[in-house]
C-alpha cells in the first residue's frame, strides 16, 4: 500500500530555534499533503493543506509565518516551526493524498514528528 | 458546518468481548466515512471506509455501515483482542478534494 514517511521522527529543540520536519510519500506521487498537529489525548486539527507548486492553504488561527510550509516535489513536503516556543510543542503529523487516484481520494498518514521544544 | 462525533472515552473491555463505538456525522449530501485507528506513539492508520448510503466498511474483524436516515457509522468487532488497544477515530470527507474532518478519538483498552 501507499507509504508516507516522516523524518525526524521525534525532535527536542530549544526555544527560539527553527525545526524542519519531512514529509515524504515513498511509493506514489502526492498532489497534495496535509499537516495535522494533534496535542495529547485529543484529535487531529488541520493546520495547512500544501499542493505541489503552489502556497499552502491555512486553517483559520494558523499563523503561517511560524509554520512554514514548503511542498516542492511531488514526494515531499516540510513544515518548518520557526522561533519554536514551548507551546509549540506537539505531535505533528502528515498525510499525502495520492494523485490521480479514482474514486474517493484517500488520504495516507505519516507515522508522525513529536516536537519537544525546552 | 460539517462534524462529527463519537462517544467519550476510554473505553476499557475485556479480551473477547463485544465492540461498538459510536459515531454520528453532521454534513450535507453524501460525504466518504471513515474509521482510523492510531496505536500508541504512531500515526494513523485507515481502518475501513464506506462511500456511499448502506455500503458497509469492513477489515480485520471490525464493520461499521454508512446509514443515511441516522447519520451515523457505528463500529463494531464481535471480539476484541488485547492488540486492539488504540485510539479510534471516525472521520469524513464530503468528497474527493476535501479535507478530512475527525471526530475527537475514542481510546479503547483491551484487558486480558
Known amino acids: 500500500g501507499a507509504v508516507v514517511s516522516q523524518h525526524p521522527s521525534w525532535v527536542i529543540c530549544k526555544s527560539g530555534t527553527s525545526v524542519k520536519i519531512e514529509c515524504r510519500s515513498l511509493d506514489f506521487q502526492a498532489t497534495t499533503m496535509f499537516w495535522y498537529r494533534q496535542f495529547p489525548k485529543q484529535s487531529l486539527m488541520l493546520m495547512a493543506t500544501s499542493n505541489e507548486g503552489s502556497k499552502a492553504t491555512y486553517e483559520q488561527g494558523v499563523e503561517k509565518d511560524k509554520f512554514l510550509i514548503n511542498h516542492a516535489s511531488l514526494t515531499l513536503s516540510t513544515l518548518t516551526v520557526t522561533s519554536a516556543h514551548p507551546e509549540d510543542s506537539s505531535f505533528y503529523i502528515c498525510?499525502?493524498?495520492?494523485?490521480?487516484?479514482?474514486?474517493?481520494?484517500?488520504?495516507?498518514f505519516g507515522p508522525g514528528t513529536r516536537l519537544t521544544v525546552t | 458546518g460539517n462534524s462529527v462525533t463519537q462517544m467519550e472515552g476510554p473505553v476499557t473491555l475485556s479480551e473477547e468481548a463485544f465492540l461498538t463505538i459510536n459515531c454520528t456525522y453532521t454534513a450535507t449530501g453524501y460525504p466518504s466515512l471513515f474509521w482510523y485507528v492510531q496505536y500508541p506513539g504512531e500515526g494513523l492508520q485507515l481502518l475501513l471506509k464506506a462511500t456511499k448510503a448502506d455500503d458497509k466498511g469492513s477489515n480485520k474483524g471490525f464493520e461499521a455501515t454508512y446509514r443515511k436516515e441516522t447519520t451515523s457509522f457505528h463500529l463494531e468487532k464481535g471480539s476484541v483482542q488485547v492488540s486492539d488497544s488504540a485510539v479510534y477515530f471516525c472521520?469524513?470527507?464530503?468528497?474527493?478534494?476535501?479535507?478530512?474532518?475527525f471526530g475527537p478519538g475514542t481510546s479503547l483498552s483491551v484487558i486480558p
Open positions: 472521520a469524513l470527507m464530503k468528497t474527493s478534494y476535501d479535507k478530512v474532518i
Open positions: 498525510s499525502a493524498r495520492v494523485r490521480g487516484l479514482a474514486g474517493v481520494g484517500e488520504q495516507y
